[in-house]
């Protein structure tokens, strides 16, 4: 089955830098877009970047040209380098693929930006 387990985050200052990964299995990984959202507390899941089987990037306004997301299809991960963190980027980071209108999410890294 479709598994998606996200690592790195963790308590970074502002201004910091920080990469996240999401490793994905049970389903033919080059084939398809992944996503990558975030949930502060108290508020709705967010689209932050997604990324087309191709390479092809999107990104929310909120961290345009501050985040970037590329993919490795060789090793079936996803990756997000996060640069210049903000406080109102403190976060839970969730990976994402959509297959066949089925919404598959990992279990989540969570990301802290406080001094």
């Not at 990964?21 to 997604?50: D, H, L």
Request: aromatic letters at 12%; charged letters at 15%.
């Amino acid at each position: 089955q479709v598994q998606l387990v996200e690592s790195g985050g963790g308590l970074v200052q502002p201004g910091g830098s920080l990469r996240l990964s999401c490793v994905a299995s049970g389903f033919i990984f080059s084939n398809y877009r992944m996503g990558w959202y975030r949930q502060a507390p108290g508020k709705q899941r967010e689209m932050v970047a997604t990324i087309t089987s191709g390479g092809n990037t999107n990104y929310a306004d909120s961290v345009k040209g501050r985040f970037t997301s590329s993919r490795d299809n060789a090793k079936n991960t996803v990756y997000m380098q996060m640069n210049s963190l903000k406080p109102e980027d403190t976060a839970v980071y969730y990976c994402n693929t959509n297959q066949w209108a089925v919404n598959y999410w990992g279990q989540g890294t969570q990301v802290n930006v406080s001094s």
